[in-house]
């Protein structure tokens, strides 16, 4: 079987590269031999055309499909509001919707928090590389790992028995009592937005790391120069360069909190009070294979980055000018 | 003097979170070499005080556990095709978008931009029925389509901001000689751009070997053709096993992700800033 996968991997992989690369220039050959107008307009479609086909396929056409679909009973007829209805009136929904907010609240402010502070701090120490890595290596580990490390991390024994997990030794070391964070519905959603902020933190310190060299240092200079402190030089030089930056963290990190799954299904699956809205959806998909209820929270989910995408394409349209 | 001593809550805050993101993994590793009695008596930083009582066996009990070995090489199956597709049909579509006028290119560029957030769980539900009609559940060429899927929209748009900062005189002087689309995209595109490619292969690989969502959905019922992050995160939900053999599962799960990137971190991050820095 493993000798069976190493084929296909190599196998697939040269078909991919020979195959493309003998559909392009056949493509090529044969709209040559149109009269040049019809070369000029199909060309392009010879090259674009297998990427929108397959985003149109994959992801257009579905996503029309899945809000028609909440909109549809279990027999087949229209169902108007009647799913959202159903599925905002019970209460997993209304748990996942609370949670959901939180995420959405905390991971983007933690994020920022965390990448601002260590990019900006960690310039002035002899180890930044050493601080900067230990950011930067969780970036690699899926959340499904992360997962395994917090759990881990989290674990609980009862009072009195040895506790074998980092946080509730420490607990215990300082005099407290142990705590079964992913349990006790008084931590346990921060707990697993924690666990997801280390596994994205990095990305938010790589991206300010690098706006920060964007920041002219004559202005900084003449700043302390004029006897400004090293935090009045921050706030009032260095920050201003660095709020675009910042809401383009904050976004990336809003729309992770709002696609978060991973870390939610391997640590808890939802129970506890934990749910998000993609775990409800994944279980109205699996466990109750009901095709309008995922719908309908599926839908929710997607008019909540609405707004986002919406700043993302004036952004774009803005900057190409062109498009 | 004064100075140093002002600098001590800048050093106490970077040590902290420094120790913060370093020890979890830490104890992931350390555990992952221990035997079962001593991870289940003893905290992992407590092996340091009784060196020698480290072993291989954890890996030997995952690897020997049913299609552990082989879920390793199921996401290099699932992995490596999807990520090559998405490079290459991504490379294409950008270059005609960023290298050619025609109807429908902003409108095209446009949809893409607004694709590239969009939560794939809207999709999942009529992308399963088809797939379900079509016996497309549980085949790696199932998979292969549906990362593709989800990956174009981020790799058209990070290829052509790199496509678009290319001087058009290196297209133009080509056609005058008479070159062909594909004969610039292969000789001349393809070359130039090789920096934003590697940034781009690397991100995927790694994104794609991370995901689990997709691989639940359309590879989950299959256990013999389960990738890692399935097979890892079936471990945990059974709940039969101990840490140790959870960890040294995590850490085998890790290493080839965490490779590619150490290795190419520098184009990860290059791929990283493109994408995010102009979205």
């Known amino acids: 079987m493993i000798a069976d996968r190493i084929v296909l991997t190599l196998a697939a992989t040269a078909v991919i590269l020979v195959g493309g690369w003998a559909y392009l220039r056949l493509g090529d050959r044969a709209l040559a031999a149109l009269p040049r107008g019809g070369y000029r307009r199909l060309a392009p479609w010879l090259f674009a055309g297998p990427a929108v086909a397959m985003v149109l396929l994959a992801l257009a056409f579905p996503a029309v499909v899945t809000v028609g679909w909440s909109f549809v009973d279990d027999g087949g007829g229209f169902a108007g509001l009647a799913n959202y209805a159903q599925t905002l009136s019970d209460e997993v929904t209304r748990i996942a919707l609370r949670n959901t907010v939180l995420w959405v609240v905390l991971l983007p402010t933690l994020a920022v928090l965390v990448g601002l502070a260590i990019a900006v701090l960690a310039e002035r120490v002899r180890y930044s590389a050493l601080v900067k890595a230990a950011l930067f290596l969780p970036i690699a580990i899926s959340a499904v790992a992360a997962g395994v490390i917090w759990s881990f991390m989290y674990d609980y024994q009862p009072p009195g028995a040895a506790q074998t997990a980092t946080l509730n030794a420490v607990v215990t070391a300082l005099g407290g009592e142990p705590v079964a964070w992913i349990v006790d519905t008084a931590t346990n959603n921060y707990a697993l937005i924690g666990a997801t902020l280390w596994t994205q933190a990095g990305f938010a310190m790589v991206i300010f790391d690098a706006a920060l060299r964007s920041v002219p240092g004559e202005l900084l200079e003449a700043a302390r120069l004029d006897g400004a402190s090293e935090w009045a030089a921050f706030r009032h030089v260095t920050l201003p360069f660095l709020v675009p930056t910042v809401v383009v963290v904050a976004t990336t990190m809003t729309v992770t909190a709002l696609k978060a799954f991973d870390i939610v299904y391997v640590m808890t699956n939802g129970n506890y009070g934990t749910d998000v809205l993609s775990t409800v959806m994944y279980r109205a998909l699996f466990t109750a294979k009901d095709n309008g209820l995922a719908g309908a929270v599926a839908t929710i989910l997607m008019l909540t980055v609405v707004p986002i995408m919406i700043v993302n394409v004036r952004q774009f349209r803005r900057e190409t000018g062109a498009a | ?279």
């Open chain 2, 1 to 279: 003097m004064a100075a140093a001593l002002r600098r001590i809550p800048v050093h106490v805050v970077l040590i902290g979170v420094a120790l913060i993101w370093a020890v979890p993994l830490l104890g992931l590793v350390v555990s992952a070499f221990r035997p079962s009695w001593a991870v289940l008596s003893s905290g992992w930083w407590e092996s340091f005080a009784l060196p020698g009582d480290y072993t291989l066996e954890n890996y030997q009990r995952v690897l020997d556990r049913d299609g552990m070995a082989l879920s390793l090489f199921n996401s290099l199956a699932v992995v490596v095709p999807a990520t090559v597709l998405t490079v290459a049909i991504g490379a294409a579509a950008a270059y005609a978008l960023a290298g050619m006028r025609f109807r429908l290119r902003s409108a095209v560029l446009l949809t893409i931009v607004a694709l590239i957030i969009v939560p794939i769980q809207i999709t999942l539900v009529p992308l399963l029925r088809v797939f379900n009609t079509l016996d497309l559940t549980g085949s790696f060429l199932g998979i292969w389509l549906v990362h593709l899927g989800f990956g174009l929209p981020f790799a058209v748009y990070l290829l052509h901001n790199f496509f678009a900062a290319i001087p058009r005189e290196l297209f133009e002087a080509a056609e005058m000689d008479g070159a062909s689309r594909s004969q610039v995209f292969f000789s001349i595109v393809l070359p130039v751009a090789r920096p934003a490619l590697a940034a781009l292969a690397i991100f995927d690989f790694v994104w794609t070997w991370n995901d689990l969502l997709v691989a639940l959905i359309f590879l989950g019922g299959f256990r013999d053709v389960a990738p890692m992050t399935v097979a890892v995160s079936g471990l945990v939900a059974s709940r039969g096993d101990g840490w140790e053999i959870l960890t040294s599962a995590a850490v085998l799960s890790v290493l080839v992700p965490m490779a590619v990137f150490v290795a190419l971190q520098r184009h990860f991050v290059r791929g990283l800033l493109a994408g995010v820095s102009k979205g």
